[in-house]
């Protein structure tokens, strides 16, 4: 594995800052483990996680996926858990649900609330709050029963939240090494475009400090932010 690093690493100009389309053929020929590794953005802020003001929270809607198949729970009864069924969600339901992940199960990609089952869900905070499964009203996850469809629609096509760590830095999902390099910008554009948008009023000076892009098991690749900054889905 070492090895395999090192050749990795060679291929990647340490002080060079790339520009995105290049950054992404470049991580691309890093990625020579024997799986799909996942290519990764990380975005370093010019916030402070402890001012309320500064938080950064949202969502960005990839519009080539995420390359794998997005296993969808939804807490809901009544006519909400039947629009949920109709929509595809693989997993329905309320007091069961409930109760099997209070036994540990975590079987799912994305966890969908009605806000009527909140008060029931909210219980579940120490296992999915850990895994970044918890229903937010401000991510989107905590919808009425008609808004269903549409949410679990945009699950299905590669919706990934995103939020500030208590490091000040943003982790987020961009799609496969194996996507083709249209693909892979296009998604990179759109969380480009959803996390500048997201800039909290409060934030002053610069907003994003560093930008670096890598895959599961490669070197990362610094991009030049201009051009990275610059990006949207249109």
């Not at 370093?44 to 080539?64: E, F, K, T, W």
Request: charged share 30%.
């Amino acid at each position: 594995m070492k090895k395999r690093y090192e050749a990795a690493a060679k291929l990647v100009e340490e002080k060079k800052e790339y520009a995105p389309e290049e950054a992404i053929a470049t991580v691309k020929k890093t990625a020579t483990a024997k799986f799909d590794e996942t290519v990764e953005l990380h975005l370093r802020m010019g916030l402070d996680p402890r001012n309320s003001a500064h938080q950064v929270r949202g969502i960005a809607l990839l519009p080539y996926g995420l390359g794998k198949q997005v296993r969808v729970l939804v807490f809901a009864q009544g006519e909400a858990a039947k629009a949920a069924e109709a929509a595809g969600a693989d997993f329905v339901g309320s007091d069961e649900l409930v109760k099997k992940i209070e036994e540990g199960w975590t079987e799912f990609d994305v966890a969908i609330a009605t806000p009527d089952m909140m008060g029931k869900v909210g219980k579940l905070g120490k296992v999915l709050g850990r895994k970044g499964l918890m229903p937010n009203p401000k991510s989107g996850t905590v919808v009425a029963g008609n808004d269903l469809p549409k949410v679990l629609g945009d699950a299905r096509k590669g919706r990934v939240e995103f939020k500030l760590d208590r490091t000040a830095i943003i982790h987020i999902v961009v799609g496969k090494a194996s996507f083709e390099p249209e693909k892979l910008m296009g998604n990179l554009s759109s969380i480009v475009e959803a996390i500048v948008k997201a800039r909290p009023s409060g934030a002053k000076g610069v907003y994003v400090r560093s930008a670096f892009l890598t895959t599961s098991m490669g070197p990362s690749v610094k991009l030049d932010l201009k051009p990275t900054l610059a990006l949207t889905s249109s």
